[in-house]
């Protein structure tokens, strides 16, 4: 939190003591945060992503019940994020009552990006839940080399469509090569905004 602009969105889990004090510390310092929602992968429960995971063998009333308690950890979120979720994501009947649930709260969606199959994009277009999808991992190879191309791609994404997201997970290097790029991006020409200001705007078709 120290290091990052504070136009980067946060994301946390919904786990660990105290998680609502770190919230509150982000949002003080001006993050936007989102709630990381555990969701069922492919090889549950052996990656099993924590208690209250939605599952798709769970009916629509339990998984609401879960995603509840998911909620109720802590306050101040804009948006929900799926943490894992390869098998829930691509099930148009478990995602569904999710969406709508979260969507009549006023939340955004944002979807990591990661499962190719996800229906969270189509799901949320029958409704008016706003939503962004992330371009590019910046750390799938965590090293200064790799982040480093990563965050040229994405501001050559950003060039060419006007706007682009990127996901990072909150290790050291990988703050540490943001934060560096960041200082720069302004310099040449770009801006960076909280997530909130991407899923409002219409994505390229």
Do not use: C
């Not at 839940?129 to 200064?144: G, N, R």
Request: hydrophobic share 45%.
């Amino acid at each position: 939190m120290s290091k990052l602009p504070t136009s980067v969105t946060l994301g946390f889990g919904p786990y660990g003591s105290g998680i609502d004090r770190t919230v509150m510390r982000a949002r003080d310092r001006g993050h936007e945060v989102l709630l990381q929602v555990p969701m069922e992968p492919f090889d549950y429960p052996d990656n099993d992503p924590g208690p209250q995971t939605l599952l798709v063998s769970l009916s629509a009333e339990q998984n609401i019940d879960r995603l509840h308690w998911l909620m109720s950890r802590f306050q101040g979120y804009v948006g929900i994020s799926n943490f894992m979720g390869a098998r829930f994501t691509a099930s148009e009947a478990a995602l569904t009552p999710v969406m709508n649930e979260s969507a009549k709260r006023g939340l955004i969606y944002v979807d990591d990006g990661a499962v190719q199959r996800s229906l969270a994009g189509h799901i949320v277009s029958a409704t008016n839940m706003s939503f962004a999808k992330a371009d590019i991992t910046i750390d799938s190879v965590p090293t200064p080399t790799n982040v480093d191309r990563a965050l040229t791609r994405l501001e050559a994404m950003a060039r060419e469509r006007g706007i682009a997201v990127g996901v990072a997970n909150a290790l050291p290097i990988s703050i540490e090569r943001i934060a560096v790029w960041a200082k720069a991006a302004e310099s040449r020409g770009i801006v960076l905004v909280p997530i909130s200001i991407v899923a409002a705007k219409p994505r390229p078709s």
